[in-house]
């Protein structure tokens, strides 16, 4: 299997313009998560959905994120508008239920800058 | 608030010697804790996790040690090598009521291991 697999992996815009971040999970798994790494915060759960439904949507900072997955291979994050603030990396991963629930597989992330 | 802290953002090991890293929780509700290890430009790694009902997790040259009374978890790797140098990240679930896949993550404490 090829991993988790997120598009692109960097990205640079201007503040106001929309962003959107792809996501192809692991054949599979019916979990699926959203984060962003900062230097100040580490690892924060943005979203998470189950068999395609958006389970816990608490960490999405402001209505200007959005997160969809349409189908069980294909998730994204949306940023509209964006600000300088939302500058990060963002990481897709995705997980199996049951007692392996813990272990999630990360892909590789996507690095964004907003001027 | 931070509930997963990892108070000391760096360390350096050298290379044979004992690397341990802390992490600190305040959620007595948390039931299994995780390590992941993240390399620069890639995802993080799943390295090794321990549940609540034990103390005591190894698993080759890394060790995990869970002290519930104080809420603190640490990291052995033994010996340190420098391919071990990265950011670890600690993680804690509480299970949510079935929702066990959502994972706390702490900032990071980045490992440099000298040759």
């Known amino acids: 299997d090829a991993g988790v697999i997120q598009s692109p992996r960097h990205e640079v815009t201007e503040m106001g313009q929309e962003v959107t971040l792809r996501c192809k999970p692991i054949s599979g798994h019916d979990y699926l998560f959203w984060y962003r790494q900062t230097m100040m915060r580490g690892l924060e759960l943005l979203i998470y959905f189950n068999n395609n439904v958006p389970i816990d949507d608490s960490g999405m900072p402001e209505d200007r994120f959005s997160a969809k997955m349409p189908n069980a291979s294909f998730s994204t994050l949306k940023i509209q508008p964006s600000e300088p603030r939302d500058s990060a990396v963002y990481f897709c991963?995705?997980?199996?239920?049951?007692?392996?629930?813990?272990?999630?597989?990360f892909g590789p992330g996507t690095r964004l800058t907003v001027t | 608030d931070q509930q997963v802290k990892q108070n000391s953002p760096s360390l350096s090991v050298q290379e044979g010697r004992i690397s341990i890293l802390n992490c600190d929780y305040t959620?007595?509700?948390?039931?299994?804790f995780l390590w992941y290890k993240k390399y620069p430009a890639e995802g993080p790694t799943f390295l090794i996790s321990i549940s609540s009902i034990k103390d005591k997790n190894e698993d080759g040259r890394f060790t995990v040690f869970l002290n519930k009374s104080a809420k603190h978890l640490s990291l052995h790797i033994v010996p340190s090598q420098p391919g071990d140098s990265a950011v670890y990240f600690c993680?804690?679930?509480?299970?949510?009521?079935?929702?066990?896949?959502?994972?706390?993550f702490g900032t990071g404490t980045l490992l440099a291991v000298q040759p």
């Open positions: 959620n007595s509700m948390f039931d299994y």
């Open positions: 993680a804690a679930s509480a299970g949510y009521g079935g929702a066990t896949n959502k994972l706390i």
């Open positions: 991963a995705s997980g199996l239920g049951g007692t392996l629930s813990y272990e999630q597989y």
